[in-house]
């Protein structure tokens, strides 16, 4: 992705939406001059008027523009990340515009409380849906600049390597087991401000690992190195895992899927986590 680059007197110059399309391959460079006659004619910026000659698609120039802001969006096709991640793909749909809401709720929480920034995605059910809202959370707050962590803490299912189509590697377990694995996180390659601490192998013994300090130490080193920390969870009705999480974490954003969810088991779960202490900062329910 190119960044805005440095030019003249201390100004900052964002790369032409022109130069983008052309680099991007969907755009041939002969045809920039009659783009540029067109744009001068209709008096329309250029990307309008490369629509408007059918050479370059709307989506086309959506993605230029996002390029030009350093907003981390994925054209359609992106074989980098699962499609399933409609806030690099579909950032202008209606349920990523829902997502975006959630965010500011949770920003501004943050800005009263400045330790919540590290929260567990919790839910009563299998295929509810807290994997799939965890990632989307993450790749919207990397799109806003922050440095994002997203720890797959489902040592019993797990599903970010696959949403993130990660390499195989030793993970979150690893490092609770204490097998190695003190290097720092990298980014992942699509999202410069994003990295997934993935699961890893799954363990015989999830609980005890979750259980361990080792889990609090690495959420600690996490609330320092970054700006905000989401954590995924298993079904809570597998076990104590994610009480265990959630716990640790000191907040927790119920997750609800309309005609799968038990309404009576996600007020227990909500009601065990105050118990245990737990900041539970509201909840979502998805309707798809």
Not at 20 to 40: F, N, T
Not at 104 to 119: D, F, M, Y
Not at 152 to 169: M, N, T, V
Not at 249 to 269: D, E, F, I
Request: charged share 20%; aromatic share 4%; proline share 6%.
């Amino acid at each position: 992705m190119k960044r805005i680059s440095r030019a003249g007197a201390g100004r900052l110059a964002f790369p032409h939406v022109g130069e983008l399309l052309v680099s991007g391959g969907v755009l041939p460079a002969d045809a920039v001059g009659r783009v540029m006659a067109r744009q001068r004619e209709l008096g329309i910026p250029f990307g309008e008027a490369a629509v408007d000659l059918g050479l370059v698609t709307r989506a086309d120039v959506l993605l230029a523009l996002a390029h030009q802001f350093d907003y981390p969006v994925l054209p359609v096709g992106d074989q980098g990340v699962s499609p399933e991640l409609v806030a690099a793909f579909e950032p202008n749909s209606e349920r990523v515009e829902a997502l975006r809401q959630l965010r500011s709720q949770l920003v501004l929480r943050r800005a009263a409380e400045p330790r919540l920034n590290t929260i567990a995605v919790v839910g009563v059910g299998r295929g509810e849906g807290r994997s799939w809202l965890a990632a989307n959370l993450a790749v919207l707050f990397s799109q806003l600049g922050e440095r994002t962590l997203l720890i797959d803490g489902d040592l019993r299912h797990p599903r970010q390597q696959e949403l993130f189509r990660l390499a195989p590697a030793g993970g979150l377990t690893s490092r609770l087991a204490e097998r190695g694995e003190k290097c720092a996180l990298q980014p992942h390659p699509r999202f410069g401000q994003l990295s997934v601490l993935q699961a890893g192998i799954v363990p015989p013994n999830p609980q005890e690992l979750l259980a361990r300090p080792a889990f609090g130490a690495q959420l600690a080193v996490a609330r320092d190195s970054f700006q905000m920390t989401l954590v995924d969870t298993p079904a809570a009705e597998i076990g104590a895992d994610a009480q265990l999480v959630a716990a640790t974490c000191g907040s927790a954003v119920v997750v609800a899927r309309r005609h799968a969810s038990s309404q009576p088991r996600v007020a227990r779960l909500a009601a065990s986590l105050r118990e245990a202490g737990v900041n539970v900062i509201g909840g979502v329910l998805l309707d798809f």
